[in-house]
């Protein structure tokens, strides 16, 4: 049978060691600090991140790093934290290990994908990403749940199908890592955004419609970059928008509805108590929408009420006034561009 490494102790991290443990996996979540791993091991339980929820027997817990030897790794840690656990697992990988990243995000400074981090630090293994519409609090107690596992090689996507596929955790494979990426990265910011309209008070559809044209500006990025568009009305674009958008699970909502109550980012940050990615990738989408010259209104919006102190009232008020457009045109736009 073979060996599954989840490096990670998170929520996300946690879940999913679950998940693999309780199909019959040979699996073992793995953490940097030995006293949090100690405690976890002798109650079975991750109280921090998933209250109530009892660990399976067989899943093993350590903070050991020679457990990284193992067929597959998954990788399970905040997006800026991704190229310093990469050096870090470094010594540890047995050649030809499949490395699996589940953050979603882009690292600051050099604007990197996620897996091109990954890539720089580890260039002789094979990379995939793990991705769509999955909440740790939902996919730990067995709710149906469907992701997609995106590799440059799709022989390698399907190798992570095979192993971490179970009855209720369905995964669809997708060559085009950078669509998948760039989706599961970019909703967040969205999400922050739905989330301030709704600590705004406003109604229903007004978050449908930061939605539908936020995923326009997803796409139009997303294409910009590399993208296939198809792959953002998929599982890891449309799908991981719709329910980062409109869940209470998602910290990105809850950061924003608490920033549209009248919080300051500090405060609200510290209130979630987790990390909340859409927050530092609305900087990084607001550089790379402009240095590719793509029009995305709304990210640049949310960028001005998380960093420029702009009243959230008036950034709706300014999107709602803008010149007049053709949606179709946009569609077509975004066609020709591949």
Same mark, same amino acid.
């Given at each position: 049978?073979?060996?599954?490494?989840?490096?990670?102790?998170?929520?996300?991290?946690?879940?999913?060691?679950?998940?693999?443990?309780?199909?019959?996996?040979? *699996?073992?979540?793995?953490?940097?600090?030995?006293? %949090?791993? %100690?405690?976890?091991?002798?109650?079975?339980?991750?109280?921090?991140?998933? #209250?109530?929820?009892?660990?399976?027997?067989?899943?093993?817990?350590?903070?050991? @790093?020679?457990?990284?030897?193992?067929?597959?790794?998954?990788?399970?840690?905040?997006?800026?934290?991704?190229? &310093? &656990?990469?050096? $870090?697992?470094?010594?540890?990988?047995?050649?030809?290990?499949?490395?699996?990243?589940?953050?979603?995000?882009?690292?600051?400074?050099?604007?990197?994908?996620?897996?091109?981090?990954?890539?720089?630090?580890?260039?002789?293994?094979?990379?995939?990403?793990?991705?769509?519409? /999955?909440?740790?609090?939902?996919?730990?107690?067995?709710?149906?749940? *469907?992701?997609?596992?995106?590799?440059?090689?799709?022989?390698?996507?399907?190798?992570?199908?095979?192993?971490?596929?179970?009855?209720?955790? !369905?995964?669809?494979?997708? #060559?085009?890592?950078?669509?998948?990426?760039?989706?599961?990265?970019?909703?967040?910011?969205?999400?922050?955004?739905?989330?301030?309209?709704?600590?705004?008070? $406003?109604?229903?559809?007004?978050?449908?419609?930061?939605?539908?044209?936020?995923?326009?500006?997803?796409?139009?990025?997303?294409?910009?970059?590399?993208?296939?568009?198809? *792959?953002?009305?998929?599982?890891?674009?449309?799908?991981?928008?719709?329910? *980062?958008?409109?869940?209470? =699970? /998602?910290?990105?909502?809850?950061?924003?509805?608490?920033?549209?109550?009248?919080?300051?980012?500090?405060?609200?940050?510290?209130?979630?108590?987790?990390?909340?990615?859409?927050?530092?990738?609305?900087?990084?989408?607001?550089? @790379?929408? !402009? /240095?590719?010259?793509?029009?995305?209104?709304?990210?640049?919006?949310?960028?001005?009420?998380?960093?420029?102190? %702009?009243? #959230? =009232?008036?950034?709706? !008020?300014? @999107?709602?006034?803008?010149?007049?457009? =053709?949606?179709?045109?946009?569609?077509?736009?975004?066609?020709?561009? !591949?």
């Amino acid at each position: 049978m073979p060996k599954i490494a989840v490096y990670g102790a998170g929520s996300w991290g946690t879940a999913l060691a679950v998940v693999l443990a309780r199909a019959g996996n040979k *699996t073992v979540l793995i953490g940097r600090s030995p006293e %949090k791993m %100690k405690a976890i091991q002798g109650s079975r339980r991750n109280e921090q991140y998933l #209250p109530g929820i009892v660990l399976p027997d067989n899943l093993e817990i350590s903070s050991d @790093l020679t457990k990284l030897a193992a067929e597959m790794v998954i990788l399970s840690v905040p997006s800026q934290s991704v190229r &310093a &656990a990469a050096c $870090l697992l470094k010594p540890y990988l047995r050649p030809g290990t499949i490395l699996v990243n589940t953050a979603k995000g882009l690292e600051e400074g050099t604007q990197m994908r996620l897996s091109q981090v990954i890539a720089a630090v580890l260039p002789d293994f094979p990379v995939t990403v793990l991705s769509g519409p /999955s909440h740790a609090e939902e996919v730990v107690r067995d709710m149906p749940t *469907t992701v997609v596992a995106a590799a440059a090689d799709l022989q390698i996507a399907r190798k992570v199908q095979d192993l971490v596929m179970t009855p209720l955790f !369905r995964i669809y494979t997708n #060559p085009d890592i950078i669509g998948v990426e760039l989706g599961g990265a970019l909703k967040n910011v969205i999400a922050l955004c739905t989330g301030i309209a709704s600590g705004l008070g $406003l109604g229903d559809n007004t978050k449908a419609a930061l939605m539908t044209r936020g995923l326009a500006e997803i796409t139009r990025l997303g294409v910009a970059l590399g993208g296939n568009p198809l *792959t953002f009305a998929g599982l890891s674009g449309l799908g991981d928008l719709i329910v *980062t958008c409109t869940s209470v =699970h /998602s910290r990105n909502w809850r950061a924003g509805a608490a920033l549209g109550k009248g919080k300051p980012l500090d405060e609200v940050l510290q209130e979630v108590g987790m990390v909340v990615e859409g927050v530092r990738t609305t900087r990084i989408v607001y550089e @790379l929408g !402009r /240095s590719q010259g793509i029009s995305m209104p709304i990210s640049e919006k949310a960028y001005e009420v998380l960093f420029e102190q %702009k009243n #959230p =009232h008036l950034a709706v !008020r300014e @999107l709602m006034v803008r010149s007049k457009r =053709h949606e179709l045109e946009e569609v077509a736009q975004i066609a020709l561009a !591949r």
